[in-house]
């Protein structure tokens, strides 16, 4: 698009699709979402871990698997042009978490439960709940083996929905057992689809023998059926990895969370193990995955690291919002406890000092400003003042400064009572704009 701008005609630029704005009207339901989030971090123990978003790429091929789509398809991946090394904007951050517990040894004193929020990146075709950047929540426990760490992840997925307010989403387990059950599955499964080549679309026939488990995730209606016939991964499970995945159930059980099994979740690539668990809503449509996660006990060694256990979910910002929005829940925008009218820009050095202290004493005020050309009339002000939220008007007039007053208005109670204050000692009628709040 052009626009003119005097004599000239300057391209008018937009956000890359899929990369989107988040403006003053919709950052009040992100601030929500963050300090509910880290107060639930805080009651649980988790702290907070922040890496870089640009990584190495080497660390997504390894970290995310060759044969996935992201870094086959979707991956930001670029080359350095100062010394030709190869970046990648990161697409997920538990390779970037597992890289940072490497190279600083978080794990030299015992077990670790992190927790971050940040925007990550992906090439794909932008949709409801699908963004080129999107943001991401995510926990991830590095150092505990036990099935009770699996179920204290799901169980602070789950105390976290549920604090949003979220209503009819449902838990989905599966457990991917040890590599030599996944040996004998893989197997079994090749064969299966090699039975069924015939119904296989290019996908899955790119992956038959690279990535199998990855056909079972596949959304072609038209292989549904056939997948569904598929061999099932429990029943390759031994005695320890099925008593793993029975002890995540009963805990769950005892903590109230409904669950159920579905055979068909999978993670794709040999360091997964054990459960793995989704968080599922039917109001999204498509996009209907909340939270996902799962036990990686393996992806430490082949990013160079000793061999360490670790689980860890991660939930799409984004999605959660657009849920809470139809649910009809959320927070309002939050505003002014009053804003300050000032009858001309002489009165601004007196009005400005009030309010610096009314704020120290954490009232929140917005102060008409502009400039002597555009402070507008009173009333005008005043229109702005109800425009605003705010539930008083501070009025710094040339009258009221003269004899050392504030006017301060009601503009919520219909009657629009007003009194008169002290204007150098604000600190002793600050707390009657807080009380109403």
């Known amino acids: 698009m052009v626009e003119k701008s005097g004599a000239s005609r300057v391209e008018k630029l937009y956000a890359v699709k899929g990369m989107n704005d988040i403006?003053?009207?919709?950052?009040?339901?992100?601030?929500?979402?963050?300090?509910?989030?880290?107060?639930q971090m805080e009651r649980h123990a988790y702290r907070n871990i922040r890496t870089p978003i640009v990584e190495p790429t080497a660390l997504f091929v390894r970290g995310t698997g060759e044969t996935t789509d992201i870094v086959e398809k979707e991956m930001y991946a670029f080359e350095d042009r100062l010394n030709g090394e190869a970046l990648t904007l990161r697409p997920e951050n538990t390779p970037g978490v597992v890289r940072a517990a490497i190279e600083h040894n978080l794990t030299y004193d015992g077990g670790k439960r992190l927790y971050y929020m940040g925007p990550m990146f992906r090439h794909e075709?932008?949709?409801?709940?699908?963004?080129?950047?999107?943001y991401q929540l995510g926990a991830e426990a590095i150092g505990f083996s036990g099935a009770e760490v699996d179920a204290e992840l799901i169980l602070l997925a789950h105390q976290l929905l549920a604090g949003f307010g979220l209503r009819n989403v449902r838990v989905e387990l599966n457990s991917l057992g040890v590599a030599s059950e996944r040996h004998s599955h893989r197997i079994a499964l090749i064969a299966f689809f090699e039975r069924h080549a015939e119904l296989l679309d290019g996908d899955a026939r790119r992956r038959l023998h690279t990535n199998p488990l990855r056909i079972l995730d596949s959304k072609n209606p038209a292989m549904q059926e056939m997948i569904q016939d598929a061999p099932q991964l429990l029943d390759f499970l031994g005695e320890a990895s099925l008593k793993h995945f029975d002890t995540v159930k009963t805990l769950l059980d005892a903590c109230g969370v409904p669950w159920s099994v579905n055979p068909r979740l999978v993670r794709g690539l040999d360091y997964y193990s054990h459960t793995v668990f989704e968080f599922v809503t039917l109001e999204l449509g498509a996009q209907g995955t909340l939270?996902?996660?799962?036990?990686?006990?393996?992806?430490?060694?082949?990013?160079?690291?000793k061999p360490t256990p670790a689980?860890?979910?991660?939930?799409?910002?984004?999605?959660?919002?657009?849920?809470?929005?139809?649910?009809?829940?959320?927070?309002?925008?939050?505003?002014?406890?009053?804003?300050?009218?000032?009858?001309?820009?002489d009165c601004f050095v007196a009005a400005m000092q009030c309010l610096q202290i009314l704020r120290a004493e954490g009232?929140?005020?917005q102060?008409?400003?502009?400039?002597?050309?555009?402070?507008g009339s009173i009333k005008s002000q005043f229109k702005r003042a109800d425009a605003s939220g705010a539930r008083f008007a501070l009025i710094f007039g040339a009258?009221?400064?003269?004899?050392?007053?504030?006017?301060?208005?009601?503009?919520?109670?219909g009657a629009g009572a007003q009194s008169k204050h002290v204007l150098n000692d604000p600190v002793q009628w600050a707390k009657s704009l807080q009380s109403h709040a």
């Open 125 to 134: 075709r932008p949709q409801r709940g699908r963004y080129r950047q999107f």
């Open 399 to 413: 009258d009221e400064i003269a004899q050392g007053l504030v006017t301060v208005k009601s503009l919520r109670d």
């Open 363 to 365: 009232v929140s005020v």
């Open 311 to 345: 689980i860890g979910w991660g939930m799409g910002i984004e999605r959660v919002l657009e849920l809470v929005k139809v649910q009809g829940g959320g927070v309002l925008a939050q505003a002014p406890d009053a804003y300050a009218i000032v009858g001309d820009s």
């Open 23 to 39: 403006l003053p009207s919709d950052s009040p339901q992100w601030e929500w979402f963050e300090e509910r989030v880290r107060q």
């Open 367 to 375: 102060m008409h400003a502009g400039g002597a050309d555009v402070l």
């Open 291 to 305: 939270c996902g996660g799962g036990r990686y006990d393996g992806l430490f060694e082949l990013l160079g690291g």
